[in-house]
């Protein structure tokens, strides 16, 4: 069967400040399926427990915009839309809650607030924080192997920060925004790389965007992007013939990734 790589983002789970009680957890988190909608856009959750993690299949989606046409690849022409205006086609998320460890992991961390919003709503007056697992420092510190840096600016600010040549920031002249990525073949963090992560984070306000991914000693994943940290697990997961994610087998893969990870971490 086809698969797919999806990249899940971990970060810690809190309840009040503390950890999460998998027993007081459970008599809130209830099973089932559960719908919101505002005006033209529906958020559906889909809940069930496997052990000590909580499945969630979650969706987004919106009626409008919708284009009255749709391309038929047969015909190569256009033909009108069969959505009808009060159909949504929602998006598709996942997202597993470790119980023990007190971490969520999310296949989409722009949908973290998404999330929060949900688990808020469930917990009442309890205060729900999903929280980086790094700062700055500790990144730095844990981060052993480098994969990626990009970063997005105007140009003229990698010319002052002699990031690139004059020559080439002239060529960009015009330009808004400039972003340069350089990838790296699990390159170990020596002290060159070490200062340059360090400068990157001094003037980290100067830039549009900046991400940083690499991998720890026991090599799992980390990430800085959009202002936040995150640890990072890539699973492949079966597809079917619409190239839709097939949730069981994503829950099986990740899961398991988890479990491993949770291993590792005591031996």
Not at 3 to 25: C, M, P, R
Not at 81 to 99: C, H, K, M, S, W
Not at 201 to 206: D, E, G, I, L, N
Not at 224 to 238: D, G, L, P, Q
Request: aromatic share 12%; no cysteine.
């Amino acid at each position: 069967m086809e698969q797919k790589t999806l990249y899940f983002s971990g970060v810690a789970f809190y309840v009040n400040d503390s950890f999460i009680n998998s027993s007081e957890f459970k008599n809130i988190m209830n099973e089932g399926i559960f719908t919101n909608e505002t005006e033209n856009r529906v958020h559906i959750f889909n809940l069930s427990y496997s052990d000590e993690f909580l499945k969630i299949k979650f969706s987004d989606g919106s009626a409008k915009p919708r284009n009255p046409n749709v391309y038929n690849q047969d015909t190569k022409e256009l033909e009108p839309n069969p959505r009808e205006g009060n159909q949504i086609e929602p998006t598709e998320y996942f997202a597993v809650v470790d119980l023990k460890s007190s971490y969520i992991w999310i296949s989409n961390s722009k949908k973290k607030s998404l999330l929060l919003d949900f688990f808020q709503d469930k917990f009442g007056n309890n205060k729900i924080v999903l929280k980086d697992v790094y700062d700055e420092e500790m990144f730095i510190q844990t981060i052993k192997t480098l994969d990626q840096i990009k970063v997005s600016a105007a140009p003229s600010l990698f010319s002052e920060s002699n990031t690139l040549s004059k020559a080439l920031t002239d060529e960009m002249y015009g330009a808004e925004e400039a972003t340069l990525q350089l990838k790296y073949n699990n390159t170990l963090i020596g002290d060159n790389i070490f200062e340059k992560l360090k400068s990157l984070f001094k003037s980290k306000s100067s830039f549009k965007n900046i991400t940083i991914a690499g991998r720890d000693e026991r090599n799992l994943g980390m990430l800085f992007n959009n202002n936040s940290f995150s640890r990072k697990i890539e699973i492949k997961a079966n597809i079917d013939d619409n190239e839709m994610f097939i949730p069981e087998n994503v829950f099986i893969q990740i899961i398991s990734k988890i479990t491993e990870e949770r291993n590792d971490k005591h031996k």
